[in-house]
């Protein structure tokens, strides 16, 4: 059994018929396209924003997360903690100038499109990543979603000054137990697209997968479940992605 897949049309209407009161969406290859969460890390290592020690240090960690050493929660959580010591402001100001440059280009139009068309019927929007919350806020910012609303890899700042210690990292059972903790247990609709969104997508009314990994495709045809694909996306992310 295969995973139906909907046309654009056939999206909107799902949608509009359910008339969601609450929303929750994924960012990382469902609102735009590639893994800003590995990208902004790469890119910050690359600028010097931290010290060559700790970008050795990161670079080790993501090998051993790619060859199965080291857990999605654990590398999630790393890939924020390397900016400890930097003052918050500074990587606020890095994290807007990264998602203008390479975020914005990659947004998906239909999905924005539909976002903008939730908001406009009162719907209440929710953002969910494992990427680290600088980035998402910027990014979710392009859709109208605001930063109270966003539920993303996190660690304290003291004073202005961000720390090492970690506050959330919401992916695979993370993400159903952070939107647990801010009291939504089961939001009418949850947009998907990696297997590591499939925890929130089980606790929705109606799932929709967008642009699914294989290994999301798989368990959306176990489920019942149809599936987007975005004209701009590339094709099905893989599941190690970190998203």
């Keep these: 059994m295969e995973a139906g897949e909907w046309t654009r049309q056939e999206l909107e209407e799902r949608v509009r018929e359910i008339a969601p009161k609450l929303a929750v969406f994924d960012c990382d290859g469902t609102l735009w396209g590639g893994d800003a969460g590995l990208g902004f890390m790469n890119w910050t290592l690359e600028q010097g924003i931290v010290s060559r020690g700790t970008a050795d240090w990161i670079d080790t960690r993501h090998r051993a997360y790619r060859a199965g050493e080291v857990s999605e929660v654990q590398i999630c959580g790393e890939m924020v903690q390397i900016y400890a010591g930097l003052h918050e402001d500074e990587l606020q100001r890095v994290a807007a100038q990264y998602v203008r440059e390479f975020v914005q280009p990659q947004v998906f139009a239909e999905i924005q499109a539909l976002v903008e068309q939730l908001q406009g019927r009162g719907t209440e929007i929710w953002a969910v990543s494992s990427t680290n919350k600088w980035v998402i806020v910027e990014g979710v910012g392009m859709f109208g979603i605001p930063e109270e609303r966003v539920l993303a890899a996190e660690v304290a700042v003291k004073d202005g000054i961000i720390t090492s210690e970690i506050v959330d990292v919401p992916t695979d059972e993370g993400k159903a137990e952070s939107l647990r903790r801010v009291g939504i247990t089961r939001p009418d609709v949850v947009f998907g697209n990696s297997v590591h969104d499939l925890a929130m997508l089980e606790i929705a009314a109606h799932a929709f997968p967008i642009n ?30 970190g998203l």
């Design 212 to 241: 699914p990994s294989p290994a999301l495709l798989e368990a959306a045809a176990r489920n019942g479940w149809g599936h987007y694909r975005p004209a701009a996306a590339p094709g099905a992310f893989s599941d190690i992605t």
